[in-house]
């Protein structure tokens, strides 16, 4: 796993001498801090939302509810490392901090991308099997189970990472300090690039193709749900393998160009190939993989049925609170009615004038076009 990281560090703190090819720091500077700032700005928000709402889910015994939960956590700790990365990039690649800085923070945004790979198979594999073989999963998809899969799985991610720590740095010239830039291939790295493609990519694509075609299948010969329901998990479904393919293939195709590119060195000899061509692809590839982390929770958690529901209840609840604050306030030198249960139970009906709750659905807040659907 050293030479694994050393793609983007070796070493963290690059010695510019000892390059002699420069790299376009300017070029894709302008598209990448647009681009982290606003997966910022819809991820931060988007995933403390969900972070809160799917672990509701997970105190009701909802085995799906702990993967989102899980993949919601994860997203948020890999945003927090973009507004390091855009002051980075913003400054032309100058690491302004120690190099204990730059390495926790490589360690946290690699290793939530992967951990963030393999929940998202997570997710898929677990809707296939409530899908396909709904009777047959019910004694095997539990909670404890689905913590189990997420702890392990973390912890192979995080302990393979580690090595990452005790990597040799090299000298930074004129002051001028780089982090996770990418260095010249050897034969280990390359091997490396090689698994990154195979098992942090292909493999999951596989995955998810493969789950999500199983339950179109499946819902499709259905003859118990809608049309629109069966277009909704088809829509779904083709959303879901889209958006791995555009946040992580241009990233690892690059990966795999240049480990197939370490097998013809005559390319490279003085032509400074990588740098003229595909350094700002890279740079502009790895961004597009923070896209998945606020993409995320529109497309898994809230054009959820329950976590509709959540939201709907919720906005409720506000409604009530803000009908009865009203109705406190202008009855201060007033004796309190009794409240009845209708009050209490927003979905109980009652006679008279529409309760707060039916207001609130009469303006359209509680319809679909709430959360709408994917």
């Known amino acids: 796993m050293h030479e694994l990281l050393e793609t983007e560090t070796a070493p963290v703190l690059t010695n510019t001498t000892s390059i002699s090819c420069q790299k376009p720091f300017d070029d894709g500077r302008l598209p990448l801090m647009l681009l982290y700032s606003g997966v910022l700005a819809v991820g931060l928000p988007a995933n403390f939302l969900t972070l809160y709402l ?57 290793t939530n991308m992967y951990i963030s790979i393999f929940l998202l198979c997570c997710v898929s594999c677990d809707r296939y099997v409530a899908v396909v073989y709904s009777v047959e999963s019910r004694g095997l ?17 995080a302990v393979g990472h580690v090595p990452v720590f005790t990597m040799r740095e090299g000298e930074a010239t004129q002051g001028q300090r780089r982090c996770f830039e990418p260095s010249q291939s050897s034969a ?14 292909l493999i999951p694509l596989l995955v998810l193709v493969a789950t999500n075609r199983g339950i179109l299948v499946n819902v499709q010969s259905s003859t118990g749900l809608r049309r629109e329901q069966k277009e909704r998990v088809r829509w779904l479904a083709m959303a879901v393998v889209f958006l791995f393919l555009v946040c992580f293939a241009p990233y690892h195709l690059i990966l795999l160009v240049r480990a197939i590119l370490f097998h013809f060195p005559r390319l490279e000899d003085g032509t400074c190939l990588f740098e003229t061509t595909v350094y700002t692809p890279y740079t502009i590839s790895l961004g597009l993989s923070t896209v998945n982390s606020a993409v995320n929770p529109i497309l898994y958690v809230l054009s959820s049925d329950n976590i509709r529901k959540e939201l709907r209840r919720g906005l409720a609840g506000l409604c009530d609170r803000a009908h009865l604050r009203t109705r406190s306030d202008s009855s201060q030198n007033k004796i309190q009615p009794t409240r009845n249960s209708s009050e209490l139970n927003p979905g109980t009906k009652m006679d008279g004038p529409p309760g707060p709750a039916e207001t609130c659905r009469q303006a359209g807040l509680d319809s679909e076009v709430l959360v709408p659907p994917v």
Request: aromatic fraction near 18%.
């Open 54 to 110: 799917t672990w509701l889910q997970v105190r009701r015994s909802n085995v799906l509810g702990v993967y989102l939960w899980s993949l919601s956590l994860c997203d948020l700790t890999y945003l927090c490392t973009l507004p390091l990365w855009t002051l980075y990039v913003s400054a032309g690649h100058v690491w302004p901090w120690s190099s204990v800085a730059c390495k926790l923070t490589g360690y946290i945004f690699f």
């Open 141 to 157: 998809r539990c909670r404890r189970h689905a913590f189990l899969i997420v702890v392990t799985m973390v912890l192979l991610v």
């Open 188 to 201: 280990t790295v390359t091997g490396f690039n090689y698994a990154r493609f195979v098992v942090g990519f």
